[in-house]
Each structure stands twice: as structure tokens, then as C-alpha cells.
């Protein structure tokens, strides 16, 4: 009866040891991150022994799993809402705003109207071009910088990642060597670094995982790519730039570069690296782009309508802003050794969408060209095919532009290929005139005479007519074929409108030397020059088309036989600001392009429309990823106190416990003194 009282309290004294260690262990624990609160558990007491102690980690998976996806989603959120707040305040800031720069600059082009002979008036119009460029470059070089940024946070956090991979996999090696033996329930250490490991991870990016054999854990991506697999293989992030380096798009190697590059899906990423490639394609990469976009759109605008001027030196009018080139990036796979240049074609600025382009070398002197989106994606229509434009190489000049390929969207672009070095067919090009044309814009004159405030053009009624028509001021289309030495000639010299006969009512044209037979007017009098060429009779006095002429007007009224009216050349008209009429226009304008599908009117904004609409996107993005962070923090916080009230540290549940194990323990401490004491009793008998 001693001896199995013995074997009794013994076996007590070992068991309430063994839970007094457990609950030491769990309250030592307490702060320490990572830690699974441990529980041991015997079985039922069998021939006077209490059975064998299993100590086990309190832990449950689906909580574990659930906290680490709500970790990504949170970590995402955060992380995109911290950049993104910083580049929506500095666009909605007052004083970065580009519409005050653009109404400045055109409220002196106005202001120039009323004194257009004035330098001074002029200058100013000089000052606020340069000062909307400046404001421009600020807030491109906002842009850049945060790229920039965005860049070295995303090598960072890479790194951080494969470290993190990495003591996984190692760690799942040395789980594997305990898995099943006595050893392991003294490795839960080694659990539990594991899976701090990965629940770190899952901040970085988002993963799932699965059991392996011999306790391993298989870490993969949510998009699917593994990143830990079994028998300690596993995939590194690396992030590189193809085509323009740059850009850093995410992939997994295998570790030693021992397979291909696996492209990750960045739009389903989660986690820190997932809310910055988010906050780059959905704010910084569009910014960029618009940006670009409307100062090419401007330029164009201003230099197109300056052509069809007269500057103040009595000449026609050049170019106020000059319009970058850029060079396309080639893609390291390309075969060829071919290049390609690209800007926007003259007078093609309203074409240009706030988007990049792949350009494919798909044929002999042929191209493709495809709009691609925020990501690099090429964009689609509602059908789900791709949108894009096979156009002509002029094989002479290398050039792709409207005037070999008329009647074709080409998105405003006007490219250049170097015929000396042909890319292979199927070599593609990245073309990022936006993003690059917003931080180059210049001023291609500094001159206040360059502004084309007059109209090369004027007309004036004959001093005897006596019917109640007059000729309009006429509008100008073209001018390359008017000529501005030794003074600005019209391309048929000055014209003279007749009207010769009544019933029905004719008219002619005169240069002073031919004369058109006589043609009709309908009763709109609108376009004369171009009617006369439907009559057929412009040939009479030139060789151009209505289109070449470059010029029109409309006679208002009814004429009186042998009224005539005049256009000619505006010799001396300084005081004229018929063009810089047209110049203020631009300004209230549908210039900007929005989509890529369709090019009519009413794909179009003004310049402050488009600003505004640019910065009321970020706004909005922003905000509505402060919501949605708001959302997902809260469920974090739920799914941690879920997990910890499962996998946590109670110091007073562990209290409770330590006073019970230690009367426990006691207790059994006292039935063996007890034992031994009849025992002692027996054998004193015995003797």
C-alpha cells in the first residue's frame, strides 16, 4: 500500500512540475511577440501513474490565417493611404495649383488684346508662359520624387521579404529534423519563430498557407506563386524595370536565377509592397501622365494658333513653347538593335490620351501602336479586344504621322524610326511622351514680338458700294503657303470679290491680273473661297485648293451690283489682335483628350477642367482608400483579439493557474512525506 502510495504522490509531484514549468513559461512569455500560450495535458492515471505529459501549443489556424490576410489588408491600406494623403494635399495646396497658373497666363494674353502694340503687355504674356512651365515642372517633380521614393521603399521592403522567406524555409528544415521525436514539443520555439515570420511576411505582402510534411508550412502569395515550398526550396522577390528601368515591376526567382522570372499580378497584391505599387498605378502613374498631357496639349494649342498670326515684326508667327522628343525604351527581349523616337504631331496635341504606348515593329515599314494603362496593360474595348492602330513607316523618313497614314487614330503621336538600324519584327518599344514631356517643357522663344496677336489677313468693303453687305474678318486656316518676306504676301496676292450680275445673283474673284468666271453665292454667304472651288472656278486664279489658300470669309447682307470687297495682306497691322482673339480661346477650349476610345468633341475638356478632374480623382481615391483602411484596421483588431484570446498570454488566467498547480503540487509534495513516513513506520516494524 506505501509503495503505490508512493508511486502515487510521485508521479503527482512530476505532473503538477511539468504545469507549473508550462505556466512559468507562458508568463515569462507574456511580452514577448510570436509566443503561442503552451497548455499540458496528461491522460488518465493507469497503474498508479498519472499518464504521460503532452504539452501543445494553443493554437488555432483559422484565427492565425484570418489575422494574417486582415494583416495584409490592413498593412495595404495604411500604406497606401500614408503616400497617398501626402501627394493630395500638395495637389489640392492653393499655391501648387495649376489652373491659377493657367488662368494667369491667359488673363494676360487677354489683357494683351487691348494693347497689342504694347512690349510691355507682351512681356507679361512671356512671364506667366514661363511661370505655368515652372508650376508644371513643381508639380511633376512632386511626382518624380515620390516615384523615387516609392522605388527605395519597394527595395527595401523586397529585401526585408526574402529575409523573411528565407528564415522560413530555414526554419521549416529545422521543424522537419524535430517533427515526431521527443524533441519537439520542447522545439515550439521554433514554431512559433516561424510563424512570427510569416505573420511579419503577411505585412509585407499578402500570403496563404498550407501543411506540408513533417510540420512544414508552403507560404504562397494570395495571387498563387509559391514562395516557400517543401524540402527548403523557395522563390526571392526581385524588382527590375522592362523597359524603362525606372519603372520597377515585381517578380519571383527562384533562388539562384535557376528558372525564368515569374510576373506577379501587382493588382491583387496586399501587404506594404502591395499598397505601394497601388498608390504609384492608381495616383502617381495617371498624375504623370496628365500632367504631361495637358502641357503638350497647350503647347500644341498655342503653337498651332500662333502660326496663324502675325507677330509684331510684321512676320508669321513660330512657336511660343517648344515640344519635346523622347526616346522610346526598347524591351530587353528585342532581337533587333532598331530605336525609336516620338512627339506629338503638329496641330495633333487635342489626340494625345493621358496614357503610354507599346509600339510593335510588326511588318516592313509597318508598326502597331497600343495605348496601354496605368500598369502597362494594353487597353481594351467593351468586346475585350485590344485597341490599337496599324500604321505606315514612310520608308524615306522613317517617319509614322497623319500625312502617310490619313484617316487613322494614331493617338496624336508622330514617331520616328532610325531606317539606318530596322528593329526585327515583333521588337516592341515603350513610349512615355507624357510622363517625360511634363518635367520638359520649355519656352522656344523669349522674344514679347513672337505673340501672333494680329491676323495676317484683312478685308475691308469698297468705299462706293451701295448695297447693305459686308465681307467678314476672315479666318485663317493655313498658312504654308503664305510667305512673311520682305512683308507678309497672301498666297494669290490680294483678292477682290465682285458681285456682276443680278437674277440670279454672281459673283467673281479677281487677283488684279485673273479673274474667276462668274459663280453663285448661296444665301448663307458663308466660305466664298470654299464655294468658289465647289463651283468650280477657283482654278481660274490659282493652283490651290480652298484648303491651301489657307484663308476664308462670309459676306453678311445683300450687295448691290458692282459692290466689291477686298482681302489682302495685314501689312502694318500692329494694332490688330484678331489671332490673340483665338489665342484667349484656347483657354476655354476642349483640348484634353479623356479616353482613348473615341476621339469626338465630347471626349474632350478644357485645361482647368482636366486639372481639376486630375486632382478630384486623387481626392477621391484617397479618400475612399481612408475608408476602406478604416474598414479593414477595424477587422484586424478583431481578428487579434480573437487570436490572442486564443493563442495569447492571460496573466490572470495564468495566476489562477499557478496558485492551483502549486497546491497541486503541494499536495502531492505532502502525500509524499506522507508515504514515506509509513514507509519509515513499516520498516521500523519490520525490525
Known amino acids: 500500500m506505501s509503495f503505490s502510495l508512493y508511486d502515487i504522490a510521485n508521479s503527482g509531484v512530476r505532473a503538477n512540475s511539468e504545469l507549473l514549468q508550462t505556466t512559468s513559461k507562458n508568463i515569462a512569455n507574456v511580452n514577448t511577440a510570436g509566443y503561442v500560450r503552451e497548455r499540458t495535458e496528461f491522460s488518465t492515471m493507469i497503474d498508479n501513474q498519472v ?26 491600406f495604411d500604406q497606401f493611404v500614408t503616400e497617398a494623403s501626402r ?16 488662368n494667369s497666363f491667359f488673363n494676360n494674353v487677354q489683357e494683351s488684346l487691348n494693347q497689342p502694340s504694347s512690349t510691355v503687355a507682351r512681356s507679361l504674356v512671356m512671364t506667366d508662359a514661363q511661370n505655368l512651365i515652372d508650376q508644371m515642372d513643381r508639380l511633376s517633380s512632386i511626382v518624380v520624387d515620390q516615384q523615387t521614393v516609392v522605388n527605395e521603399q519597394l527595395e527595401i521592403f523586397s529585401d526585408e521579404a526574402n529575409n523573411l522567406i528565407q528564415s522560413i524555409s530555414e526554419l521549416n528544415s529545422k521543424i522537419a529534423a524535430v517533427h515526431g521525436t521527443d524533441r519537439e514539443s520542447a522545439s515550439s520555439g521554433l514554431y512559433n519563430e516561424r510563424d512570427k515570420a510569416i505573420r511579419d511576411l503577411s505585412e509585407l505582402i499578402d500570403v496563404e498557407t498550407l501543411n506540408g510534411n513533417n510540420g512544414e508550412k508552403q507560404v504562397y502569395l494570395g495571387s498563387g506563386q509559391a514562395l516557400v515550398m517543401e524540402s527548403g526550396t523557395f522563390n526571392l522577390f526581385s524588382f527590375t524595370g522592362d523597359p524603362d528601368p525606372s519603372f520597377r515591376e515585381l517578380h519571383l526567382d527562384v533562388n539562384g536565377g535557376k528558372a525564368v522570372p515569374l510576373e506577379v499580378d501587382v493588382s491583387k497584391l496586399k501587404g506594404k509592397i502591395g499598397g505601394l505599387l497601388s498608390f504609384r498605378d492608381d495616383i502617381l502613374v495617371p498624375a504623370q501622365n496628365q500632367l504631361g498631357q495637358m502641357g503638350l496639349a497647350l503647347a500644341d494649342a498655342f503653337n498651332q494658333q500662333n502660326h496663324l498670326g502675325m507677330d509684331a515684326d510684321g512676320n508669321l508667327g513660330g512657336d511660343i513653347f517648344k515640344i519635346p522628343t523622347v526616346d522610346a525604351f526598347a524591351y530587353q527581349a528585342n532581337t533587333g538593335n532598331g530605336s525609336i523616337t516620338a512627339s506629338v504631331e503638329a496641330g495633333k496635341g487635342n489626340e494625345l490620351p493621358a496614357s503610354d504606348f507599346i509600339v510593335k515593329y510588326s511588318g516592313t515599314n509597318e508598326v502597331e501602336i497600343y495605348p496601354v494603362d496605368n500598369k502597362g496593360e494594353t487597353i481594351k474595348d467593351a468586346n475585350g479586344d485590344e485597341i490599337f492602330t496599324t500604321a505606315v513607316v514612310d520608308p524615306a523618313t522613317g517617319k509614322v504621322n497623319s500625312q502617310n497614314n490619313p484617316n487613322l487614330d494614331l493617338f496624336g503621336l508622330e514617331l520616328t524610326l532610325d531606317m539606318s538600324s530596322l528593329p526585327n519584327i515583333d521588337d516592341q518599344f515603350m513610349v512615355k511622351l507624357n510622363s517625360q514631356a511634363s518635367t520638359s517643357l520649355e519656352l522656344a522663344t523669349n522674344r514679347p514680338e513672337d505673340i501672333a496677336l494680329a491676323s495676317p489677313i484683312r478685308t475691308a468693303n469698297d468705299i462706293n458700294n451701295t448695297g447693305t453687305a459686308s465681307i467678314s474678318a476672315g479666318t485663317v486656316s493655313d498658312v504654308s503657303n503664305f510667305t512673311d518676306t520682305p512683308s507678309l504676301q497672301l498666297p494669290t496676292g490680294s483678292l477682290t470679290l465682285t458681285k456682276s450680275a443680278e437674277n440670279p445673283d454672281m459673283y467673281t474673284l479677281s487677283d488684279g491680273t485673273n479673274t474667276t468666271a462668274p459663280f453663285a453665292i448661296d444665301s448663307s454667304g458663308k466660305n466664298v473661297i470654299q464655294q468658289a ?11 490651290l485648293t480652298a484648303e491651301q489658300v489657307g484663308f476664308d470669309f462670309d459676306i453678311e447682307g445683300t450687295p448691290a451690283l458692282g459692290d466689291s470687297f477686298t482681302i489682302e495682306a495685314n501689312e502694318d497691322g500692329f494694332d490688330d489682335n484678331r489671332n490673340g482673339q483665338f489665342l484667349a480661346d484656347i483657354q476655354n477650349s476642349n483640348i484634353v483628350r479623356q479616353n482613348v476610345v473615341g476621339n469626338a468633341s465630347n471626349n474632350h475638356l478644357t485645361l482647368n477642367k482636366a486639372y481639376t478632374s486630375l486632382v478630384s480623382d486623387i481626392g477621391v481615391v484617397t479618400n475612399q482608400a481612408q475608408t476602406n483602411g478604416a474598414a479593414f484596421t477595424a477587422l484586424a483588431e478583431q481578428s487579434e483579439a480573437w487570436y490572442e484570446s486564443l493563442s495569447g498570454v492571460n496573466l490572470d488566467e495564468e ?9 497541486s503540487y503541494a499536495a502531492s509534495a505532502q502525500v509524499l512525506a506522507t508515504a514515506r513516513s509509513v514507509f519509515d513506520t513499516l520498516l521500523s516494524a519490520a525490525r
Open 51 to 76: 499518464g504521460r505529459g503532452e504539452t501543445y501549443r494553443l493554437l488555432n489556424e483559422f484565427a492565425q490565417k484570418q489575422l494574417n490576410r486582415d494583416t495584409s489588408n490592413k498593412a495595404f
Open 87 to 102: 501627394v493630395d494635399s500638395l495637389f489640392s495646396e492653393e499655391s501648387n495649383s495649376l489652373s491659377t497658373s493657367i
Open 533 to 543: 472651288e465647289t463651283a468650280g472656278v477657283l482654278d481660274d486664279i490659282t493652283t
Open 655 to 663: 495566476a489562477a493557474n499557478l496558485l492551483r498547480f502549486q497546491q
